[in-house]
């Protein structure tokens, strides 16, 4: 956004010529940054993030650092890529190496004044270089997302939901067949934070429809108009699943948009 300089354009014979006006100044981009817009998943950026994630899953633990990167075709057009190096440990044993590497397309279908809808679909491939980094399937996942303005809370409203089942993958292990419902709620701040809280429930249609349900709460800054740094802590709710639920989880991480 451009400020431009008031210039007294009164002028007379006994005095000089007016000054031309001076070229209008930017604001600095910090001041008139809008953070839930520099984050919004409906908007698609060419972008670059790193987590570390530790798991404590009650019986076992696990401790993965992720790259992700997203090339954005157009604003509503979006390639994801994402593989981790892992390490999960049991108590006595413990494995390391790469993970499942997982790729996202996603596409804006719906975008309207104050709202948005978001579909795609991720597919994990079963590159683990250890069968406890991995699930040892190839699980093709669609999903699609809304998301509704509240802005009299300056917030964003995002519902969710992603189906997942393998087709492919290692014989021996574990078919994957679940349900994901999430509900999140992103908030602007001053100085440039957010915060964003995420309640997810998983349904595991291998086990009996057993499930889990888990709450999230990020809290980021932007240090400067295109990179931010979060934290992100969590806690497993309620569900007799052993396969998605979690006791606890620590994210930390950084964005960088291009």
Not at 100 to 117: D, F, K, P, Q
Not at 146 to 163: R, T
Not at 173 to 181: C, K, M, P, Q, S
Not at 182 to 202: A, C, D, G, I, N
């Amino acid at each position: 956004m451009l400020i431009t300089q008031n210039v007294n354009a009164e002028d007379s014979a006994i005095k000089e010529p007016p000054t031309q006006a001076r070229p209008a100044e930017a604001r600095p981009a910090e001041a008139s940054m809008d953070v839930t817009k520099r984050i919004d998943p409906t908007d698609f950026k060419n972008r670059f993030d790193l987590r570390s994630e530790y798991i404590d899953y009650g019986t076992s633990s696990a401790f993965s650092i992720t790259p992700r990167g997203e090339y954005a075709f157009t604003n509503a057009l979006a390639l994801r890529v994402e593989l981790p190096v892992a390490r999960y440990d049991t108590g006595t044993t413990s494995d390391q190496g790469i993970g499942n590497l997982v790729t996202r397309l996603a596409w804006r279908s719906i975008r309207g004044e104050g709202y948005a809808m978001v579909m795609g679909s991720e597919l994990s491939l079963n590159t683990a270089s250890d069968a406890n980094l991995g699930n040892g399937k190839n699980v093709l996942a669609p999903f699609a997302f809304w998301s509704i303005d509240i802005p009299a809370a300056k917030s964003v409203f995002f519902p969710y939901i992603q189906h997942g089942r393998s087709y492919s993958g290692e014989t021996s292990r574990d078919a994957v067949h679940y349900t994901n419902l999430r509900t999140s709620l992103l908030t602007r701040w001053p100085s440039k934070v957010y915060s964003f809280v995420e309640v997810s429930y998983w349904f595991d249609h291998e086990r009996s429809n057993s499930y889990s349900s888990s709450l999230k709460a990020e809290v980021g800054r932007f240090l400067t108009p295109k990179t931010g740094v979060y934290i992100r802590p969590g806690t497993g709710l309620s569900g007799t699943d052993n396969y998605f639920g979690v006791k606890t989880t620590m994210e930390i991480g950084m964005r960088h948009f291009f």
